[in-house]
T-cell receptor
Framework: KAGVTQTPRYLIKTRGQQVTLSCSPISGHRSVSWYQQTPGQGLQFLFEYFSETQRNKGNFPGRFSGRQFSNSRSEMNVSTLELGDSALYLC??????????????FGPGTRLTVT | GEDVEQSLFLSVREGDSSVINCTYTDSSSTYLYWYKQEPGAGLQLLTYIFSNMDMKQDQRLTVLLNKKDKHLSLRIADTQTGDSAIYFCAWSYSNDYKLSFGAGTTVTVRA
């Protein structure tokens, strides 16, 4: 079956602009999480959505927001872009069947460059 | 990654064993994971261990957990060139899908 897909794969934006990234989870997966990966801060959790509700949020400013649609697809939005927002943004989906370890499957990421 | 610390680089000869180490600070973590990231790709879950276990073996991979020292290690037996990648340790609480990651160890396999 198809894996997690993220669009676009690469994006260049200017400071002050806003950006929307999209994530399509694996079919049947209901949970979507977002992570930011930078050389300086490593991998950091942004937020997690399940059934269109944000259940968990990382320590990021309010410029970072997200949402999940009824088909489990998710988008994240970053407003008023700063140079420090340049990063690889990874999306992960999981089935959420209630088993103890529910593997998170990661997409290839969206590489955002802010100039 | 401030909750989890990893050594940054490891160079190993093909056919030898690789050992990647990780130290975590939160003793209430329930699940500990090892992920692999190849260039241009997302993260792939390699294996995981529950905090009530000491060891887990999965084919060429062996995970050791020392809860007293809060030390986690991943041993890769018979390391191959395809094992060259960045390896991340991570942890989470029970029923919490937030993963906290280490900085990652870049493993280079030389012939």
């Amino acid at each position: 079956k198809a894996g997690v897909t993220q669009t676009p794969r690469y994006l260049i934006k200017t400071r002050g602009q806003q950006v929307t990234l999209s994530c399509s989870p694996i079919s049947g997966h209901r949970s979507v999480s977002w992570y930011q990966q930078t050389p300086g801060q490593g991998l950091q959790f942004l937020f997690e959505y399940f059934s269109e509700t944000q259940r968990n949020k990382g320590n990021f400013p309010g410029r970072f927001s997200g949402r999940q649609f009824s088909n489990s697809r998710s988008e994240m939005n970053v407003s008023t872009l700063e140079l420090g927002d340049s990063a690889l943004y990874l999306c992960a989906s999981s089935r959420q069947t209630g088993v103890q370890v529910d593997e998170q499957y990661f997409g290839p990421g969206t590489r955002l460059t802010v100039t | 990654g401030e909750d989890v610390e990893q050594s940054l680089f490891l160079s190993v000869r093909e056919g030898d064993s690789s050992v990647i180490n990780c130290t975590y600070t939160d003793s209430s973590s329930t699940y500990l994971y090892w992920y692999k990231q190849e260039p241009g790709a997302g993260l792939q879950l390699l294996t995981y261990i529950f905090s009530n276990m000491d060891m887990k073996q999965d084919q060429r991979l062996t995970v050791l957990l020392n809860k007293k020292d809060k030390h986690l290690s991943l041993r890769i037996a018979d390391t191959q060139t395809g094992d060259s990648a960045i390896y991340f340790c991570a942890w989470s609480y029970s029923n919490d899908y937030k993963l906290s990651f280490g900085a990652g160890t870049t493993v280079t396999v030389r012939a």
